[in-house]
């Protein structure tokens, strides 16, 4: 869906190196999202985010920031990078009282 | 938190013939099932969802059924096609999806010619 798009689509890091991945959608959703997806684990939530300046740990947060400074974006920054976060990373959105979660096309990103 | 279940991880059928997929829960507290199909390299796409409040939801050749007594709910897909080759998630909510999704593992569907 072209509403909700991330970049890059591609990262390769060093391990220690700071790298955000960016979310943007054009739908105003309130809810943003961000999993991971790696073999043997499906899909974990990062953190999500209700509305501008609010978000919420999720399953996995460890080594993992966000913010939300406007509704369409909600970048996710890896401060020191490890091979552990090896992984493809999905934004998602939703709207107020819509529950469906529509996502982004992935990030995948390889820590050496 | 919650943890979800899903079985089978790899299910093979003829092209034409039916597929059912189980998740369980744990959380008594959930109340939204949703569905998603990835194809390979793509990214997830609800398929179908279900209430708490509902126990049976069908679109077309695609069907959910939820069990709240026994924590389980499973996705029917009937006379499959070539193109229903997937991977296929269930996930469960506590918040509707407000507060995020716990996926299953997922289940790679693969239909026979």
């Known amino acids: 869906d072209a509403g909700i798009t991330q970049s890059p689509r591609y990262k390769i890091t060093e391990t220690g190196r700071q790298v955000t991945l960016m979310c943007h959608q054009t739908w105003s959703h309130s809810y943003m999202f961000w999993y991971r997806q790696d073999l043997g684990h499906g899909l974990r939530l990062i953190y999500y985010?209700?509305?501008?300046?609010?978000?919420d740990k999720g399953e996995v947060p460890d080594g993992y920031v966000v913010s939300r400074s406007k509704t369409e974006n909600f970048p996710l920054t890896l401060e020191s990078a490890t091979r552990s976060q090896t992984s493809v990373y999905f934004c998602?959105?939703?709207?107020?009282?819509?529950?469906?979660?529509?996502f982004g096309p992935g990030t995948r990103l390889t820590v050496t | 938190g919650e943890n979800v279940e899903q079985h089978p991880s790899t299910l093979s059928v003829q092209e034409g013939d039916s597929a059912v997929i189980k998740c369980t829960y744990s959380d008594s507290a959930s109340n939204y099932f949703p569905w998603y199909k990835q194809e390979l390299g793509k990214r997830p796409q609800l398929i179908i969802d279900?209430?708490?409040?509902?126990g049976e939801k069908k679109d077309q050749r695609i069907a959910v059924t939820l069990n709240k007594t026994a924590k389980h709910f499973s996705l029917h897909i009937t006379e499959t096609q070539p193109e229903d080759s997937a991977v296929y998630f269930c996930a469960a909510s506590m918040g509707g999806g407000a507060d995020g999704l716990t996926f299953g593992k997922g289940t790679h569907l693969i239909i026979q010619p």
């Open positions: 279900i209430r708490s409040n509902v």
């Open positions: 985010s209700a509305a501008a300046d609010i978000t």
């Open positions: 998602a959105s939703s709207g107020t009282g819509v529950r469906e979660q529509y």
